[in-house]
Structures are given as C-alpha cells and as structure tokens.
C-alpha cells in the first residue's frame, strides 16, 4: 500500500475500489485505488466506545454493519441484538458477533452478570452463600444514555421509567436501542446506578438523611421553599450536632429542637433517624 500498511487476503478477496467496482486481491495491480474506510471510536451518545463506521454521509455501528453483511435477514429484525461474543467492542470479526433475543442480551448485560444469574436462580438454602454479598444489577451506560437522551428533548424520565417524547428524533437504531433499555429497566427495576449510590451510603456507610427547617409547620424555610436542605450524616448523630453542622452558632446556643412531622419537643442528646425533618430552637441572633 502507499502508507506502508500491509493487508494479508486470500487471493480470491474482494477488494473495493473507489469506482465501487470489486477486484480480486490476485486480480490488483499498482495503480488501482481502493475505497477508502473511514471509522472512529464514538465518545458518546448511544454506542459509546464503539468503533463506528462511515457509510455514505451516516456513521453507524461496525459491529451492526458486519453482522447485516453476515445474517443480513435475522439483522433486519429488531428482536435480536448483535452482541460481542469477548465483551470487546472494537473487536468487530464476523467470528467474535452473534445475534441474541434481546432477553438473552439483557441476562448477559448486568453488572456481575453470572453473579446475579447464579443467585437468582438457587434455592433459598444455596442464597446462604451470597449472604455477604450486595448484588445490584447496573448499567451507567443506560444511565448516561438517558439522561442525554432527556437533555436532548427526546424522552421524560419516570421514575424507573421513561417515555418518548419527540418522535421526530427518534431514528431506527436509537428505537432498538431504548426497546433494550426498556427490556433491562423492566427486569431489574432501574438502571441500579441510584440504587448503588443509596446502598453505599445507607447500608454500608451508615448514613442518614434529616432535614433542617425554619417552619416546622410548612416544613420550610423562611422564603417559603420546602424541604430547602438535605443533610447527609452518620447514624447516631444528634440533634446538637445537626445544629453544628448547620451553623456553629446554632450549636453553641441550641436550646432544644421540634421533631416537625410529630410535632414534639427534643433535646439535645436525640438521636436523628433517617428522613427526620427538624427544627431547631437556640439563642443564636
């Protein structure tokens, strides 16, 4: 080649040329052009880390493009889904893709994925073994693929769920594409993204959430906004020390504070359970 790059065919390989005709690799001869291959990593969107291929004016999926080359007609169906037989996606050979069902794709999708598999599918006496063990099913790619994706203006996130919003943006791939976030939330309740983050803090971290108010009635502060701030802190944390942690004064003056969903009196020495809302009572000018 004239950028020194060396290519290793059979003699009977198809080779394109830039007039679109096909030469076999036996058949070449200096001066013949081939057609060009351009392709990037893609750094975002819905195929992040996958190589991508320019095909016209589109880029689009090289693993996508290789299996429709392979199966072209169980690839036309939006039921199956072409999966990386190493988990590797640049490693795009018609040997390493296969089509799975789009449930078969999703039980090899989830974090710790043989894990979850194995638990979920033992008797309650072998779950004695994953006793120790917090498994949560997650994905940050369908996290990060969602919330671009609201950013964008194409879906409104509910919960656990979304819906399309703008069907004009919407093209053929990214619909399988939110047809398998939708499989994955369905099965596993969430991204687990959230769910990871509440685990590490609530569960192993011991921690709590307790909300300071200036109204105890409205649950507000002054200007009237509800539930204003959140304050994560250790279990076994006192009413003093929330005072602290809202203002030096506060706790050096604290007087006592007002449990506001009960609607009683606490001392100083209380200790916080998780979303207590509280007001709090001192000399502080």
């Given at each position: 080649m004239d950028n020194d790059f060396v290519i290793e065919a059979t003699d009977n390989h198809p080779f394109r040329l830039?007039?679109?005709?096909?030469?076999?690799?036996?058949?070449?001869?200096?001066?013949?052009?081939?057609?060009?291959i351009y392709y990037k990593i893609e750094k975002g969107g819905f195929y992040p880390n996958y190589?991508?291929?320019?095909?016209?004016?589109?880029?689009?999926?090289?693993?996508?493009?290789?299996?429709?080359w392979k199966e072209p007609k169980l690839s036309a169906n939006s039921n199956y889904i072409t999966h990386h037989i190493d988990h590797d996606r640049t490693n795009n050979t018609p040997e390493n893709l296969t089509l799975l069902t789009r449930s078969e794709h999703s039980k090899l999708h989830?974090?710790?994925?043989?894990?979850?598999?194995?638990?979920?599918g033992s008797s309650r006496q072998d779950k004695?073994?994953?006793?120790?063990?917090?498994?949560i099913p997650t994905s940050a790619e369908i996290e990060l693929a969602l919330k671009r994706a609201e950013k964008a203006g194409i879906i409104k996130r509910k919960g656990n769920d979304f819906e399309i919003i703008d069907e004009s943006k919407v093209n053929e791939q990214m619909r399988r594409a939110f047809d398998y976030i939708k499989d994955f939330l369905e099965k596993f309740g969430g991204t687990g993204v959230q769910e990871c983050i509440n685990r590490?803090?609530?569960?192993?971290?011991d921690m709590i959430v307790v909300y300071p108010v200036e109204d105890e009635n409205k649950f507000s502060d002054k200007q009237g906004n509800v539930l204003p701030d959140a304050f994560l802190v250790k279990k076994?944390?006192?009413?003093?020390?929330?005072?602290?942690?809202?203002?030096t004064e506060l706790?050096?003056?604290?007087?006592?504070?007002?449990?506001?969903?009960?609607k009683i009196r606490i001392g100083s020495d209380y200790e916080l359970k998780h979303n207590d809302i509280i007001k709090i009572v001192s000399d502080a000018k």
């Open positions: 830039i007039d679109g005709n096909f030469v076999r690799a036996d058949e070449l001869s200096v001066g013949n052009s081939l057609m060009p190589e991508m291929l320019k095909i016209g004016k589109k880029w689009i999926p090289t693993h996508k493009y290789v299996q429709q989830g974090k710790d994925t043989a894990l979850i598999n194995e638990y979920n004695k073994e994953f006793e120790d063990y917090i498994v590490a803090y609530f569960d192993l971290l076994g944390t006192t009413a003093r020390d929330l005072a602290y942690k809202v203002h706790g050096d003056k604290f007087i006592y504070a007002i449990d506001a969903k009960k």
